[in-house]
């Protein structure tokens, strides 16, 4: 059995985007040149959901909010680590549960200096 592989066994994959890349310009030339070409003020106007667009869109709002979800993904994603030590606790052994001690306790810390900061706490 031969198990160095060769440049010609990649020769389906390269096909396969060649493919794909034809497809996706031959779509856009085709709607581009056969496509409507009249624009008036009504098709250029935002809509979005049948309601009429309002003041500006670009207004700012607190940093506070993306604060908020920065945090939310960062814990949220500290979470997903746990599920392997939960499915293999058995197998890790005292040391795999000193580890996720010492992870959840970094955690923690990290909970409690935003809690201390008072970087979850909106001002009304």
Known sequence: MNSASSPLD???IILMFLVALGFVV????????????????????VFEC??????????????KYFLVAILFVLFD???IFMYPWAVNFREL???GV??????????LV?????LAKKAIKHEE
């Open 50 to 63: 049948g309601i009429e667009a309002q003041g500006n869109a670009r207004v700012p709002f607190a940093i």
């Open 26 to 45: 031959t779509t856009m030339v085709a709607s581009h040149k056969l496509g409507p070409k009249k624009k008036s003020k009504i098709k250029l106007d």
């Open 10 to 12: 990649y020769l389906p």
């Open 93 to 95: 052994g005292l040391l």
């Open 98 to 107: 000193i580890e996720m001690f010492s992870f959840v306790a970094l955690l």
């Open 110 to 114: 990290g909970f409690y200096y935003m």
């Open 77 to 79: 994603v500290e979470v």
